[in-house]
């Protein structure tokens, strides 16, 4: 089974719905990342967590809100869907830990398959 | 947070080693170097990471100069399957780890 799971795997919606996008992860991991990914783009950063009490925005958070519900589920949702929201959304897990060999920290991070929503 | 350059697209043949150099002449004392592999309709897969000088791997090198202004991820002989984007990114550290992804570089592998 994949560590890092996200459903739907494809959605199609209208302008105005609301859309909730899912993220469950088994590694264990403390932080969990919404991403999105525009067409022949790099990823963008809408937000992130590094545990359930903590929620921080990202570069692109306006149009979206997120739920932690768990240290295994982070939820992105879409309050009110437009066309410009249309792209492909990955959620990413990491590990936080401290920095040794008087290295900064720094943990890798691992994604899911990615959610393609279409908003008409 | 650093900003990275790297060429938009690169074109090889089976067998030959690639080299993708990215520029990041902000880079802070705290960041690493961290390269990303990205499929069509996948999410990014990590490759390599490093602070300075060289770091190897079993699917890449990754040379780090001095001055840690620019970096290259060598891909030894290459395949039909190293067909991917390939993002260079600057870690943001402090303990917090968010990447900032740029548009990457589109290496494509030719029989």
């Known amino acids: 089974d994949a560590d890092v799971t996200q459903t739907p795997r494809n959605r199609i919606t209208k302008t105005g719905k609301r859309i909730m996008l899912e993220c469950s992860q088994t590694?264990?991991?403390?932080?969990m990342y919404w991403y999105r990914q525009d067409p022949g783009l790099g990823l963008r950063l809408i937000y992130y967590s590094f545990d359930v009490k903590d929620i921080n925005k990202g570069e692109i958070s306006d149009g979206y809100s997120v739920s932690r519900q768990a240290q295994a589920k982070f939820s992105l949702s879409l309050e009110s869907a437009i066309p410009n929201q249309t792209a492909l959304y990955f959620c990413?897990?990491?590990?936080?830990?401290?920095?040794?060999?008087?290295?900064?920290?720094?943990?890798?991070?691992?994604f899911g398959p990615g959610t393609r929503l279409t908003v008409l | 947070l650093a900003k990275t350059t790297q060429p938009i697209s690169m074109d090889s043949y089976e067998g030959q080693e690639v080299n993708i150099t990215c520029s990041h002449n902000n880079i802070a004392t705290n960041d690493y170097i961290t390269w990303y592999q990205q499929f069509p309709s996948q999410g990014p897969r990590f490759i390599i990471q490093?602070?300075?000088t060289k770091v190897t791997n079993e699917v890449a090198s990754l040379f780090i100069p001095a001055d840690r202004k620019s970096s290259t991820l060598s891909l030894p002989r290459v395949s039909l399957s190293d067909t991917a984007v390939y993002y260079c990114l600057v870690g943001d550290t402090g303990g917090y780890n968010k990447l900032i992804f740029g548009a990457g570089t589109r290496l494509a592998v030719h029989p």
């Open positions: 490093g602070y300075k």
């Open positions: 590694k264990g991991h403390d932080r």
């Open positions: 990413a897990t990491s590990r936080a830990s401290r920095g040794t060999g008087g290295k900064p920290p720094y943990n890798e991070q691992f």
